[in-house]
């Protein structure tokens, strides 16, 4: 084609309502241009209403509403392939040089059906490629998005695709608004585009005639007019959906992967478990994510067909050689996962099996669902396949609910509706039918409309209609709805007759009425039940309001009158009331009667019951009254004792001492009234009968005997609740109660043994007791001694004693041993004796000691009982033994006593803090015992026994030390006590040895000082201490306070004292111990600092001035007080330094320099003290001035600088430059070690 050719295509554009097409088609024109040099442009003519969709570069839809023109960019210069919708053929017409492509509809097709088929059109020759691309710099910005496509429309390319739902209003005013779901109900066309068609179509007619009226073939580059698309070729271009996606949808929790193509690798989670399989795990696993995307090959209203290609190894897997067994196919499952919330919504599995096809079944109407495959091959699972999406097609609604009644009078109707689910297809019309009141099962249509309620008139009044609705949209008709009954309205009904009673109660009436007479059977009638109580003053007051004919009235009072009158009701209103009944209720049975009680005292035989008439006689009087008497207080049974209208009554014939319950009822019109609660009744009961004489229970002991007895033959009408035993002594008349309580035996001791006692009993109830017994006599037995008197206890000795007693009572059996308990307490006597003589004799006794005796008498029938504790004490003695003895510590070796008053007010005086005296462990023996027992008498002294030496008399004390020792000597020692009755026996001897005498102080020196430090020394040994000194010594220094303070303590002979004052004099003394103790101090030593000097000189600096030279150096401030000067000293060449200057001044000029000798400088501070010597400090570093040196020429270039260099005078470390070098040094050095041993040890 030329550069002036045009191409028109020409296409019928699907609008929102689907009952009728675009009698205008969109225009396509196709122009060359400069874009590229096979490119052309091509306007895509949008008419009003319409809507064109485009996708951009970055993969997303763009909608553009007319009227508008969208150049189109063909990147190959191709003319571009029409994929005509459901329903349309395409014809290509040529007309000087102009092509142009027609889309109209089918003749067979009819206004808003649909094909049962769609059939997608073959993809583009370039998949990757857009068919048609956006000029960005000519094309209109669009008004807004478009959401969604229309269904059915497969994988058309969006540039072909017919705008089947718009998404939003359009922008003309003189349109009507978009009705549910999306669709547009777009009409008018402006009359260009009506001429536009009219010309097309006429120019078609021209052409089919050249052809002898059969349609023209299409040329070769024309489409297909019904393109087919292959089931392996996996569809291309970008799937599109509608605005129709359903509400409410399940979702299921499937994870969104990328869809992986041929050819490309999995994702990151494959990557990771393809890892860790084998070379054959991995080629499945590639294949099973080759996975095409599905083909939807029919789209029905509910269900879609599916079919897919099965995946393919890839193209690397290589060929099974000759020879080699080919590997069988694997088993593989697929699994169809559909969503209906977009392409990245969540997908929900809708099929597996084997088979490469599937039937999707029980989807929505008019919805749009994405569709995938996942294969699956034994435990791999692959990546699912790219989603295909489509839109199911819209169908009939669906059924409606049935129509209610609004309103309605007696010949009309109002009936409503509401509107059903349209399924995808705009509701157009309601199909209301009725049975015209026939009441058979045959409708006709009373009302076919839009409207969502009818009003039907000229109606039988009080009638039944049946109705049905069904809804009507471009799919067909729904199916009718459930069939409903509604009735019109009648006439006020008449009055009906007036109510009749059916059956009285205490509390309610049930009441009953007839329907009004000549009201239809159809007609809705109500009542309302009303009723007056007699006397209340209120009126007739509703009580019921409904359509049944009897009602039962509760909550009334007893035996009282009431009034009912019936009033009927429908829609029409209410009749007139009816004639008043008046009812009665029933009377109630009365209360049961009040107080109940015994009159009088209750006889043994017989009581009298009286009462009160009830509280509430139920309405009705009282005819009689029941009384009715029970035995025991079971209540089991009961026996009528009175019938009468008396209100008390008399029971007789009853037996002393038993329990009777009595209770009564009475009996009225109303019935018999409840019983009254049980009376209980107890007969008085009459003392019990004579007993048995007791009878004697084994053989009688000496001191008790047990008697037993039965209980009397007649209990007078009351259990016995005691006995009485009473005896009689010998020889004694009045008897003695032993005995009183329930038990049949007991047991009375306190008896005499070998005595005759006699007994008799008596039994008493609650009414008293009965008369005693005939009399029974007992023997006692034999029985122990009686108990002795207290003993009798003679000391003899403090270690000694005698105990006598005298013989007891024997009780009729003699005394064969006595048995004596001696102690040191009462209450821990022991057995010290037994035998049968009246006397023992105690021996090992202790001095002045508390001694607690008794004694007990043993015959044949037993042990007597211990006599009175006697208490007796042994006389007193000399002192028991000193046991433990202890020897003093030295620090416990104080000098405590005083001399003199004086010497006390002296001592208060002193210092607090001042050091206790103590005794000498040299020459003293510090001794420590425990006071032993007195042994009655208190200790007067102790007298300690030093051997050779006189023995040391000491006073009643615990503590004593020894003076006067000799030094480093053994002494045997021993401790008596002593009291007023003499000297108790001396302690265990032990051995104590004194110490060695304490060392004598040494003689202090001073053997270096200066203005800060002071070296001391004594003695004669080393400087340093010796591993085998047992000498030690202690320096003290005098402080401001004169108090000395501790400088040094230990073996060594010299100490140096740091951080003093200059010219200051300070006092000393020192003092030597060892293991005897500490010795003396020795005298006070003074020494004093001397000045300090002046501070060293940095080295002075030289400068070289012709001839002469000037040297200065720094400033030192006076040191206190004193002035500084200084010294300046020169050496030429190798003789010796000579002072040069001496003066207050800072710098000098040395003239006449010689030019072939270096001269070196020094200089030094010198302190001027005003009542001592000058002090001259230490000398700076040495300085060197080098002569200066004549180069010739040609070498004073090159040399220049290094004289330069040598002129300048060296100057020497500092001593805190020094100091710091070293430190460095030492650090370097503990970081390369450290380093080293992390290197080679540790790691």
């Not at 695709?161 to 008018?188: N, V």
């Not at 992986?260 to 991995?282: H, I, N, T, W």
């Not at 059977?521 to 039940?529: A, M, N, P, R, S």
Request: proline share 9%; net charge negative.
């Amino acid at each position: 084609m030329g550069t002036e050719s045009e191409t028109e295509v020409q296409r019928m554009a699907v609008l929102g309502e689907t009952r009728s097409w675009s009698p205008k088609p969109w225009e396509f024109r196709r122009y060359n241009c400069d874009f590229h040099p096979k490119s052309e442009v091509i306007l895509v003519q949008v008419n009003p209403g319409e809507a064109f969709t485009i996708q951009r570069d970055d993969g997303q839809f763009q909608c553009i509403t007319g009227p508008a023109q969208v150049p189109m960019m063909s990147p190959n210069g191709s003319v571009p392939q029409i994929y005509v919708p459901p329903g349309y053929v395409q014809q290509i017409i040529e007309e000087n040089g102009v092509r142009r492509v027609l889309v109209l509809p089918q003749t067979e097709f009819h206004p808003g059906g649909h094909s049962p088929l769609h059939h997608p059109p073959p993809p583009p020759p370039h998949a990757h490629l857009q068919a048609f691309i956006p000029h960005p710099h000519i094309m209109h910005a669009p008004p807004h998005l478009y959401s969604g496509m229309a269904g059915g429309t497969g994988d058309m390319n969006p540039q072909y695709i017919s705008q089947y739902h718009p998404a939003h209003t359009t922008i003309y005013p003189d349109q009507e608004t978009h009705p549910q779901h999306g669709r547009a109900a777009f009409a008018h066309r402006d009359e260009r585009a009506s001429k536009t068609y009219e010309r097309l179509q006429k120019k078609l007619k021209e052409r089919q005639g050249m052809g002898g009226g059969g349609g023209l073939a299409p040329s070769k580059d024309s489409p297909p007019p019904s393109p087919q698309k292959s089931r392996g070729t996996p569809p291309s271009g970008g799937d599109l959906q509608n605005g129709l996606g359903g509400k409410g949808a399940e979702e299921q929790a499937q994870p969104s992967a990328a869809v992986a193509g041929l050819g490309k690798s999995p994702g990151r989670g494959k990557e990771a478990e393809s890892g860790e399989l084998d070379e054959e795990a991995k080629a499945l696993q590639e294949c099973l994510n080759s996975i095409c995307k599905p083909v939807v090959t029919d789209i029905q209203a509910r269900g879609a067909s599916l079919s897919w290609v099965a995946p393919s190894q890839t193209e690397g897997d290589e060929e099974p050689k000759e020879g080699e067994e080919v590997p069988a196919e694997p088993s593989l499952t697929y699994e169809v996962l559909v969503s209906f919330s977009g392409k990245d919504g969540k997908y929900k599995a809708a099929h597996s099996g084997v088979e490469l096809s599937a039937t999707l079944q029980d989807l929505r109407p008019a919805t749009d669902y994405h569709v995938r495959v996942q294969a699956t091959c034994n435990c791999l699972q692959g990546v699912p396949s790219e989603p295909v999406s489509f839109t199911t097609l819209s169908c009939e609604p669906d059924t409606p609910s049935p129509p209610r009644k609004a309103s309605g009078t007696k010949s009309s109707l109002v009936l409503q509706w509401k509107a059903p689910c349209d399924n995808g297809s705009k509701i157009q019309n309601y199909i209301l039918q009725w049975d015209e009141g026939k009441g058979t099962s045959v409708f006709e249509q009373c009302y076919y409309g839009p409207q969502k309620q009818y009003r039907l008139s000229k109606l039988s009044t009080a009638s039944r209609y049946s109705f049905r609705l069904a809804a009507k949209n471009d799919m067909g008709v729904s199916e009718f709805s459930e069939v409903v009954h509604i009735m019109t309205s009648c006439s006020v009904p008449a009055p009906p007759l007036s109510p009749e009673l059916v059956q009285p109660g205490v509390t309610w009436l049930c009441v009953r009425w007839q329907r009004p007479a000549g009201s239809p059977k159809e007609d809705d009638i109500g009542y309302v039940l009303e009723m007056e109580e007699e006397g209340s003053g209120y009126g007739f007051q509703a009580s019921y309001d409904g359509d049944e004919l009897s009602h039962t009235v509760r909550n009334l009072h007893r035996s009282t009158t009431y009034r009912f009158r019936v009033v009927a009701y429908n829609a029409e209103g209410k009749s007139n009331p009816s004639a008043v009944s008046e009812f009665t209720t029933a009377p109630d049975r009365p209360s049961c009667p009040c107080r109940l009680t015994v009159k009088g005292k209750p006889h043994p035989t017989s009581f009298r019951l009286t009462w009160e008439p009830p509280k509430d006689s139920g309405g009705s009087d009282v005819t009689k009254y029941v009384v009715e008497l029970s035995e025991g207080l079971c209540g089991s049974s009961w026996n009528q004792v009175y019938s009468g209208s008396a209100m008390e009554c008399v029971c007789d014939g009853l037996s002393p001492g038993c329990s009777y319950q009595a209770r009564v009822h009475c009996i009225s019109a109303g019935g018999e009234s409840p019983l009254t609660e049980a009376l209980q009744v107890q007969t008085p009961a009459v003392p019990p009968g004579p007993c048995q004489p007791p009878r004697v229970v084994g053989k009688p002991k000496a001191r008790e005997v047990q008697i037993r007895w039965a209980p009397p033959l007649v209990d007078g009408g009351s259990a016995v609740s005691s006995y009485s035993v009473e005896m009689f002594a010998p020889q004694v008349e009045e008897s003695r109660e032993v005995y009183q309580g329930c038990e049949l035996d007991c047991t009375v001791g306190s008896l005499l043994p070998g005595r005759t006692y006699a007994f008799r009993i008596r039994a008493a109830n609650k009414a008293g007791y009965g008369p005693f017994s005939e009399r029974s006599e007992v023997t006692t037995g034999p029985g122990a001694p009686e108990m002795c008197r207290a003993p009798h206890v003679t000391c003899k000795s403090p270690t000694c004693a005698v105990v006598s007693w005298e013989a007891p009572a024997c009780n009729g059996a003699a005394v064969c041993e006595y048995r004596v308990e001696w102690g040191a307490a009462e209450g821990s006597m022991q057995l010290c004796y037994t035998g049968a003589a009246l006397s023992h004799e105690m021996r090992g006794l202790l001095p002045a000691t508390n001694y607690f005796c008794r004694v007990q008498a043993v015959n044949v029938a037993g042990v007597g009982l211990f006599s009175d504790a006697v208490l007796c004490q042994t006389p007193c003695s000399v002192p028991a033994t000193v046991s433990s003895v202890h020897a003093l510590r030295e620090s416990e070796m104080r000098v405590e006593c005083r001399t003199t008053e004086d010497e006390e007010e002296e001592d208060e005086e002193e210092d607090e803090d001042a050091t206790p005296l103590l005794y000498s462990p040299s020459t003293c023996l510090g001794l420590r015992w425990e006071a032993p027992c007195d042994h009655g008498s208190e200790i007067t002294s102790y007298l300690i026994d030093l051997g050779e030496k006189q023995p040391i008399l000491t006073g009643p004390v615990t503590k004593y030390i020894i003076q006067n020792l000799q030094p480093d000597t053994t002494y045997r020692i021993r401790i008596q006590a002593l009291n007023s009755l003499g000297a108790g026996p001396f302690s265990h001897t032990f051995k104590l040895k004194t110490k060695p005498l304490p060392p004598l102080p040494p003689r202090l020196e001073c053997t270096a000082s200066s203005h800060q430090t002071l070296r001391l020394k004594w003695g004669d040994g080393p400087g340093k201490a010796q591993p085998t000194d047992s000498l030690q010594y202690h320096l003290q220094m005098e402080d401001r306070n004169g108090r000395f303070i501790s400088l040094y303590k230990g073996p060594c002979h010299t100490h140096k004292v740091q951080r003093l004052n200059e010219s200051t004099s300070y006092a000393f003394r020192i003092q030597a111990f060892n293991e005897a103790g500490e010795g003396p101090f020795s005298t006070v030593y003074t020494f004093t600092t001397p000045l300090s000097p002046p501070a060293p000189l940095k080295a002075p600096r030289v400068e070289r001035v012709d001839e002469s030279c000037e040297v200065s150096w720094e400033t030192l401030p006076p040191m206190k007080g004193d002035p500084v000067i200084y010294c300046l000293q020169s050496m030429q060449g190798n003789s010796e330094f000579k002072q040069i200057y001496r003066g207050s001044a800072t710098s000098f000029q040395l003239p006449n320099l010689s030019s072939s000798t270096d001269y070196r400088f020094r200089v030094c501070a010198v302190r001027q003290c005003q009542d001592a010597p000058e002090i001259i400090g230490p000398y700076s570093s040495t300085v060197i001035l080098l002569p200066p040196r004549i180069d010739t020429p040609g070498a004073s270039g090159s040399t220049g600088s290094k004289a330069a260099e040598a002129q300048k005078p060296k100057r020497s470390l500092t001593d805190e430059q020094f100091s710091f070098l070293i430190i460095a040094l030492l650090a370097v050095t503990s970081i390369l070690i450290a380093v080293a041993i992390q290197y080679f040890v540790i790691e």
